[in-house]
């Protein structure tokens, strides 16, 4: 079913960045962001591990502990993604991604800091998590990170959640990870593609249409900040506990769902060389822009530019 | 007569001599216990005072392996991100939302 309306949209600050919510029907744009405030508000308080009430901050270490049914679903989700990845994308980073100075909200992080970086040290891996769907197990000294994937499981919960609640079609974009769901616009959902997903929308390097699914963006151009005049960004190799020293700049996915298009875009910046073919073998849709601007796509991204 | 009391008084008594014996090895024993003692004891506390002046290093987290390891081999189901049922498509116009790095 497609809509020829245009759609009504609302722009909020959540997640330490920006949540749109765009739906074709304007009566039902009311229910849906009331929809999307609570589930930002219950994955903040569950994922989040700047806050120190959150449910994943206060998972006990060393001994099985049971989850709510949404911090459970993050989890699955996070470790399905590096099973998915063979580990390129692994929950189990949080003691590296704190290592690297992201230990607190991105607005509160000192951007230009004199201390050298520790020597960094590999994940301990996702396979080390205890996990039967009801209980988590840490292992004592592994911290887990649900960054890579707990906003883009929040785009896909909120999006499907109100088109199924509200019968209209609605888009949801939390800090440039988009997922649509219900009725398409008469030309697919319209979505501006660029390093900066704020920047994008007034200058976009690119403007695609999706139909259904997700499709989400990962950047080394965003969120950086310097340690003793290195710059660091908040993407890590699991295997060396690192920032990559990525060919990518930025790379846009699309897939069927934004977990799985955010995933396969993370994937890629630490695959590095390999990400174009890796990307291609599982069909998915692809942009990649290296650190000179060069673009390569894949399977049927299209690369003409916005007129 | 006299010849036999000066034997007399030089004769060496074996009881007595045992007993000088027994004397003169528990003193070079007591002795020598004391010596390895003081030596052994400065050795320790010499480690000690090394061991406390030497710059602390907080001992690694041990990360135990998990009570239940997920399955590392893969099934079809989950063996990869699902790709979209149409590839993007070009667009023109105002964007709706946008994707990038945030």
């Known amino acids: ?307 | 007569m006299s010849s036999h009391r000066s034997r007399r008084a030089y004769a060496v008594d074996p009881r007595a001599a045992g007993r000088r014996r027994v004397v003169g090895a528990t003193t070079v024993t007591a002795v020598g216990g004391t010596a390895l003692a003081v030596f052994f004891g400065s050795l320790f506390a010499q480690a000690f005072a090394e061991e406390s002046a030497a710059p602390k290093t907080a001992p690694a987290a041990p990360v135990q392996a998990a009570l239940t390891v997920p399955e590392k081999t893969t099934d079809a189901k989950h063996s990869a991100p699902k790709p979209p049922a149409s590839a993007p498509q070009p667009a023109h116009g105002a964007p709706v939302g946008s994707s990038g790095g945030s």
């Open chain 1, 1 to 307: 079913m497609t809509r020829t309306e245009s759609p009504a949209r609302t722009v909020v600050t959540a997640l330490g960045t920006t949540a749109l919510l765009a739906v074709l029907e304007p009566d039902a744009l009311a229910a849906a962001e009331r929809l999307m405030h609570a589930e930002l508000a219950a994955i903040d308080l569950a994922c989040s591990r700047f806050r120190p009430d959150s449910e994943i901050s206060r998972l006990p270490a060393g001994t099985a502990a049971p989850v709510s049914p949404l911090l459970g679903e993050a989890i699955a989700v996070a470790l399905q993604a590096a099973q998915q990845t063979d580990g390129m994308v692994d929950p189990t980073v949080g003691h590296a991604v704190r290592a690297i100075g992201y230990d607190r909200d991105f607005a509160e992080i000192d951007l230009d800091g004199a201390d050298p970086l520790p020597a960094p040290q590999a994940a301990p891996g996702w396979w080390r998590v205890g996990w039967d769907g009801h209980t988590v197990l840490l292992p004592r000294g592994l911290a887990l990170d649900l960054g890579a994937t707990a906003k883009a499981l929040s785009a896909d919960r909120i999006a499907t959640r109100a088109a199924a609640a509200t019968g209209t079609g609605v888009l949801v974009s939390l800090g440039g990870d988009v997922r649509v769901a219900g009725p398409t616009p008469e030309d697919g959902w319209r979505i501006a593609v660029g390093d900066d997903h704020e920047r994008a929308l007034a200058d976009p390097d690119l403007v695609v249409s999706i139909a259904g699914g997700g499709l989400a963006t990962s950047s080394t151009a965003r969120r950086t900040w310097r340690r003793a005049g290195r710059t660091v960004h908040h993407i890590v190799d699991p295997r060396t506990g690192d920032v990559p020293v990525s060919r990518w700049r930025t790379v846009s996915v699309a897939a069927a769902t934004c977990v799985d298009a955010n995933t396969a875009s993370t994937a890629a910046v630490v695959l590095g060389d390999a990400a174009p073919g890796w990307l291609a073998d599982r069909r998915l849709p692809a942009r990649l822009v290296d650190v000179d601007g060069a673009v390569i796509t894949t399977a049927g991204w299209p690369e003409r530019r916005a007129a």
